[in-house]
């Protein structure tokens, strides 16, 4: 019984430092993601008034850029995959991974080659541990992602984009997990490049909802470019093209901390569980214990009454 107390108290005291751990990630997880929640806020208004602007002025400017133009038998496709640098966070990078399988399966069955730029270590490790190969990869600063960084995984993928010939690439998606509420988080995936040209009254996607472009009477607004089309766009997409980006990595972020602190605070409740569960049963050793002593003596002494 002694044995069995001991090992009971030793695993109390395990799982109690173990939940000091949890509780601890948790309350940062916590008190980060708020701020994470803040910054997707605050660049919904920008990311959305872009998008309006970007889709107007591709839509009505009369002329195709490279950016906006569908190539005829495009045959490689870049998938951006974004996941987490950092484990403990439950299924939010394994989710944004099986939704990349899924969209990289697709392409394959569409007969497209599929190069993948992966963002975070988790995606990076899941590659190389199965010896799959990947274009460009970047790590480091999931859960507090900057505009650089999106800047950088841009300009790599228009890079890309704009090279013509067997080294360059003829869409471009993203995969990543939409923040959409603190117990909601959604691994999607969405088209990049070429931008999608809408007409009147058709939905553009944004990471917050949709915009409706005003039918205005089945009239089409009119534009005046300085100094050209060309110039205009040549300046606007490159933005698009970042700010979705950067968007999405927000996103990602505040889902990577939403999830990590539901996963710690899970671990925590399982951790006193567990220790309530060891209590009881060191416990009931502990009263074995003293029943089998108390027998012992009753034991003893009615043998030495029976030998007087």
Same mark, same amino acid.
């Given at each position: 019984?002694?044995?069995?107390?001991?090992?009971?108290?030793?695993?109390?005291?395990?799982?109690?430092?173990?939940?000091?751990?949890?509780?601890?990630?948790?309350?940062?997880?916590?008190?980060?993601?708020?701020?994470?929640?803040?910054?997707?806020?605050?660049?919904?208004?920008?990311?959305?008034? +872009?998008?309006? !602007?970007? *889709? =107007?002025? /591709?839509?009505?400017?009369?002329? &195709?850029?490279?950016?906006?133009?569908?190539? $005829? @038998?495009?045959?490689?496709?870049?998938?951006?995959?974004?996941?987490?640098?950092?484990? +403990?966070?439950? !299924?939010? *990078? =394994?989710? /944004?991974?099986?939704?990349?399988? &899924?969209?990289?399966?697709?392409?394959?069955? $569409? @007969?497209?080659?599929?190069?993948?730029?992966?963002?975070?270590?988790?995606?990076?490790?899941?590659?190389?541990?199965?010896?799959?190969?990947?274009?460009?990869?970047?790590?480091?600063?999931?859960?507090?992602?900057?505009? $650089?960084?999106?800047?950088?995984?841009?300009?790599?993928?228009?890079?890309?984009?704009?090279?013509?010939?067997?080294?360059?690439?003829?869409?471009?998606?993203?995969?990543?997990?939409?923040?959409?509420?603190?117990?909601?988080?959604?691994?999607?995936?969405?088209?990049?490049?070429?931008?999608?040209?809408?007409?009147?009254?058709?939905?553009?996607?944004?990471?917050?909802?949709?915009?409706?472009?005003?039918?205005?009477?089945?009239?089409?607004?009119?534009?005046?470019?300085?100094?050209?089309?060309?110039?205009?766009?040549?300046?606007?997409?490159?933005?698009?093209?970042?700010?979705?980006?950067?968007?999405?990595?927000?996103?990602?972020?505040?889902?990577?901390?939403?999830?990590?602190?539901?996963?710690?605070?899970?671990?925590?409740?399982?951790?006193?569980?567990?220790?309530?569960?060891?209590?009881?049963?060191?416990?009931?050793?502990?009263?074995?214990?003293?029943?089998?002593?108390?027998?012992?003596?009753?034991?003893?002494?009615?043998?030495?009454?029976?030998?007087?």
């Amino acid at each position: 019984m002694g044995g069995q107390m001991r090992v009971y108290r030793q695993r109390i005291r395990s799982v109690s430092a173990t939940k000091k751990i949890t509780k601890a990630m948790e309350l940062i997880a916590a008190s980060r993601v708020i701020k994470a929640r803040e910054a997707v806020m605050s660049s919904a208004p920008y990311t959305h008034a +872009l998008t309006r !602007a970007v *889709s =107007a002025a /591709a839509t009505y400017a009369g002329e &195709e850029h490279p950016l906006t133009k569908n190539r $005829e @038998g495009g045959r490689r496709a870049g998938v951006v995959i974004i996941t987490s640098d950092r484990g +403990l966070a439950g !299924a939010y *990078s =394994a989710s /944004a991974l099986k939704t990349a399988n &899924e969209l990289m399966e697709r392409l394959r069955g $569409e @007969g497209k080659e599929v190069v993948p730029y992966l963002v975070g270590r988790k995606a990076i490790a899941w590659f190389t541990f199965r010896d799959r190969g990947f274009a460009e990869s970047w790590e480091g600063f999931s859960d507090a992602p900057r505009y $650089e960084h999106a800047k950088a995984i841009g300009d790599r993928v228009m890079r890309d984009f704009l090279t013509e010939g067997p080294d360059g690439v003829d869409e471009i998606h993203v995969v990543y997990t939409r923040f959409r509420t603190m117990v909601t988080q959604t691994p999607r995936a969405l088209r990049l490049l070429p931008l999608e040209v809408v007409e009147r009254g058709q939905k553009v996607e944004v990471d917050q909802g949709f915009l409706v472009e005003p039918d205005r009477d089945g009239l089409q607004p009119q534009f005046e470019f300085e100094p050209d089309v060309e110039t205009v766009l040549d300046a606007l997409l490159p933005k698009y093209v970042t700010s979705r980006i950067y968007t999405c990595l927000l996103g990602s972020s505040a889902s990577e901390l939403a999830a990590r602190q539901r996963a710690m605070k899970s671990a925590t409740d399982n951790a006193e569980e567990l220790i309530k569960t060891y209590t009881r049963l060191a416990n009931q050793a502990r009263q074995a214990e003293i029943t089998q002593e108390i027998s012992e003596i009753v034991g003893g002494a009615n043998a030495l009454a029976d030998a007087k």
